[in-house]
C-alpha cells in the first residue's frame, strides 16, 4: 500500500497565528532501526586518553534541542558534544557513581552519547574519524569509532558510530561491537541524548547506565515532525534549481475532500492577512533550490517548503534511483512514504519499515531480469513488508531477537525464514539465548519467562519504545506468569539480565 508524507490534523487558527517551533524540542523518542554502517574518505582526530577534539565543522545546521549548530567537539570517551568552549579540554570519563539519565549530576551536558564509556586508544590500535557524505540538503555527518580499547581492559575494544542527519535533524547509532566483562568504572556506558541541563534525556532500553553488550545494533532519536509544515521536492530539470511546482498536488495532498478551498500566498504576512494569494495552480520557485510559501485551508496555515534537488544523486544511498521513488507519480518525491514512518522513500534506506535494509531488497530476482518479489504480489520486496506473503510481517521473523531477519533460518535451509513461506513462526515461542524463552508474543494479558540456563535472573523490565521503564517483576529461574493486561497495545522492549549478561527483545502487546 502507497502511504504519503504528509498527513493533515486539524488544528484551532487563532492565538499565534502559526509558529514554525510548534513541535517541543523535548520531545525526542529513540526506536530501532536496521543495522548499518558508512564507510567513507575521512579525516582523523586525535585519540590521546579523555580528551576533547577541537571544534569540528558539521557542514550544515543540525537542530539538537531546538538549538541549531554547525559544529561540535568529540570526545574520545565517545560523546558528541555542542559545547564548543569544552574544545581541547579534558573529556569526563567516571561513570562509576553516575545514576541513570536524566540527572542534572551527569558529567556532560549538551551532547549525544553515541556509547559513552572510558576508551584509551594511546597505543594506536584504532582511529576516530568523521567525514560528511551524501548531497545537499540530505547529507549525513557521520563520526566513526573504530576498534576503541576498553581503559583497563585493553584487550576488549568498541566500534560505533554516529550520524547526524541534514534537514530531518535524525540521530543515529550504530553499534559495530560493544563488549562486556570489563570491571573497571563499573563496566558502565551509556547510549544516549541529554540536554543543557541533564534534566532532559533520552536512552533506548537497557543503554542507561550499565555493563552491556550489543553488536550490530542500530538507535534512531529524532522528534515528530510538524504536522503544520508541508514538504514539496522536484526533481531539477536543468541544473538551474527553478522547476514548475504544481500547486494542485500539494491541494489534493491538504484537504483532499475539497482542494480548491486551499490557497496560497508568497509570504506569512499575506496568508495571515488573506491578501494577494498567488493566481493559478502552476508556480515557478524564485529562490533557486529551497522556498517556502504559504498554504490556508478552513482556518489553518501551513509552511510550504519547495525544493528543488539533483535526482541524479542516491541521498538514501539505497541503490533505488531518486527518480524512481515517486511511487504516485505526482512529481513530488516528499509525499510517497510506503512504511508511513514520516520519511519519504526518497531518502529512507528500508521504504517498506521491515527492517531489512532496501539495498538488499532491491535486487534481481534469480535467474531473471524482474527485480524481487518473492511472493509474486507485483508488490516488489523492498516496497512489501512480508516479503514471503506467509501472513507473518518481515520484522516479526526476526526469530533470534537480533533485530535482522536476514541471519534467521530456523530450517537450516539456507534461505532466510522471512523469504520462505512455509515457515511462519512469527516471535510466538521462540529461545531467545541459551534455554531463555517469552512466550506467547504477541500477547493480550499474561506472558511467560522460562529460564532453563541454570543461572539467576537479576531483572527484568519492559521498556516503551523510547526508553521509559514501564514495569519491573521479580523472577524466578523456571516459568514464571507475568501480567501485562495493563499495557496499552503497542510494541515494548524487555530488558532480561541474567548473571553474567544483558539480553535484549521486542514484545508485541495486542
Known amino acids: 500500500m502507497k502511504k504519503f508524507y504528509f498527513k493533515r490534523i486539524q488544528l484551532v487558527f487563532g492565538l499565534l497565528f502559526f509558529s514554525l517551533a510548534g513541535i517541543s524540542q523535548n520531545n525526542y523518542s529513540v526506536s530501532q532501526i536496521p543495522h548499518q554502517v558508512y564507510t567513507a574518505n575521512a579525516s582523523t582526530l586525535n585519540t590521546d586518553d579523555d580528551m576533547n577534539s577541537p571544534v569540528i565543522p558539521l557542514s550544515f545546521g543540525f537542530d539538537f534541542f531546538g538549538n541549531v549548530y554547525d559544529q561540535a567537539v568529540v570526545s574520545t570517551n565517545g560523546a558528541i558534544d555542542f559545547r564548543l568552549d569544552q574544545a581541547n579540554l579534558a573529556s569526563p570519563w567516571n561513570l562509576a557513581n553516575v545514576g541513570a539519565l536524566p540527572t542534572a549530576n551527569f558529567t556532560i551536558k549538551n551532547a549525544i552519547l553515541g556509547c559513552f564509556h572510558d576508551m584509551v586508544n594511546t597505543q594506536g590500535a584504532g582511529q576516530i574519524t568523521y567525514s560528511v557524505i551524501g548531497a545537499a540538503p540530505y547529507r549525513k555527518f557521520v563520526i566513526i569509532f573504530n576498534n576503541q580499547p576498553l581503559f583497563s581492559c585493553n584487550t576488549l575494544s568498541s566500534t560505533f558510530q554516529v550520524v547526524l542527519y541534514e534537514t530531518f535533524n535524525f540521530i ?243 534461505i532466510p525464514d522471512y523469504l520462505e513461506q512455509g515457515v511462519a513462526l512469527g516471535i510466538s515461542s521462540f529461545a531467545l539465548e541459551n534455554g531463555i524463552s517469552i512466550y506467547p508474543n504477541p500477547a493480550s494479558d499474561m506472558i511467560s519467562i522460562e529460564n532453563t540456563t541454570g543461572k539467576a535472573i537479576n531483572e527484568l523490565s519492559i521498556y516503551s519504545v523510547n526508553g521509559q521503564l514501564i514495569k519491573a517483576f521479580n523472577t524466578a529461574k523456571s516459568v514464571q506468569n507475568l501480567s501485562i493486561s495493563d499495557l496499552q497495545t503497542g510494541i515494548y522492549f524487555v530488558k532480561i539480565r541474567l548473571e553474567d549478561k544483558v539480553i535484549n527483545t521486542k514484545l508485541i502487546k495486542k
Open 172 to 414: 543515529d547509532v550504530q553499534i559495530v561491537n560493544k563488549p562486556t566483562g570489563c570491571t573497571w568504572n563499573g563496566g558502565k556506558a551509556i547510549v544516549g541524548i541529554v540536554n543543557e541541563s541533564g534534566l532532559g534525556a533520552v536512552t533506548p532500553p537497557g543503554r542507561n547506565t550499565g555493563d552491556w553488550g550489543a553488536v550490530q545494533e542500530g538507535w534512531r532519536f529524532k522528534r515528530p515532525f510538524d504536522s503544520n509544515i508541508y514538504n514539496y521536492t522536484k526533481c531539477d530539470d536543468d541544473s538551474d534549481g527553478i522547476v514548475a511546482f504544481n500547486l494542485a498536488v500539494a491541494q489534493n495532498d491538504i484537504n483532499a475532500a475539497n482542494p480548491s478551498s486551499v490557497l496560497f500566498y508568497q509570504t506569512l504576512a499575506d496568508a495571515q492577512n488573506n491578501v494577494n494569494p498567488i493566481g493559478g495552480t502552476t508556480y515557478n520557485n524564485s529562490s533557486a533550490f529551497e522556498q517556502s510559501i504559504y498554504a490556508f485551508d478552513n482556518g489553518i496555515i501551513y509552511e510550504v517548503k519547495l525544493r528543488v534537488v539533483d535526482c541524479a544523486n542516491d541521498f538514501d544511498l539505497d541503490t533505488v534511483a531518486t527518480s524512481s521513488e515517486d511511487l504516485n507519480g505526482d512529481g513530488n518525491l516528499a509525499n510517497d512514504d510506503t512504511d508511513n514512518d514520516g520519511i519519504p522513500n526518497f531518502v529512507d534506506n528500508d521504504d517498506d519499515g521491515d527492517i531489512v535494509l532496501t539495498q538488499y531488497e532491491y535486487v534481481f530476482g534469480k535467474g531473471t531480469t524482474a527485480y524481487l518479489d518473492t511472493d509474486n504480489d507485483t508488490v516488489l520486496n523492498y516496497l512489501d513488508d512480508d516479503d514471503d506473503g506467509d501472513g507473518v510481517l518481515t520484522m516479526n521473523e526476526d526469530y533470534n531477537g537480533n533485530f535482522n531477519p536476514s541471519d534467521d533460518d530456523t530450517n537450516t535451509n539456507s
